[in-house]
């Protein structure tokens, strides 16, 4: 297969892109989203060799910051996707924005910025992740749409 042929002959279901790089021998395959499976695998189909892509940390272990109580000025460093933290950063965006209300794909392109400061060494802290919340949901007037190759 081809990386044309990979991009334009079929739309990959998230668990069929994760078979075939674990087929391909990707070690951390079972733990990847589908946007890095779909990155893997085009590396693979460019390059004939399987590459570990991946530059967020897939593994955790602590406490999880929700368990210590979420204030705006603590740390991002468990981060949970859970609904109480998504009820926090809201309730702490409406305190800044009263009209603020979370437009489609805006918690996806929150967790890409998220994972992108950590991984590059930025500390963050959940107030810096409400004040992004209001920015992402400021940029554009109806549903954000990340750019996709297809």
Request: aromatic share 8%; net charge positive; with cysteine.
């Amino acid at each position: 297969m081809t990386e044309e042929q990979f991009e334009n002959g079929y739309c990959w279901y998230a668990t069929e892109l994760r078979d075939f790089a674990r087929e391909l021998g990707s070690p951390s395959a079972p733990k990847l989203r589908k946007d890095e499976l779909e990155r893997a695998v085009r590396h693979f189909l460019r390059t004939g060799k399987v590459a570990d892509l991946v530059t967020r940390a897939v593994g955790k272990s602590g406490t999880p910051d929700v368990d210590d109580g979420l204030t705006p000025d603590l740390l991002v460093r468990h981060y949970t996707s859970n609904k109480e933290t998504k009820d926090f950063i809201q309730r702490e965006a409406r305190k800044i924005d009263p009209a603020f209300t979370p437009k489609p794909g805006t918690r996806y392109l929150l967790n890409r910025w998220r994972e992108e400061q950590l991984a590059s060494g930025r500390q963050i802290t959940y107030g810096d992740l409400v004040r992004q919340a209001i920015a992402l949901n400021k940029a554009k007037p109806g549903p954000l749409r990340i750019k996709h190759a297809r």
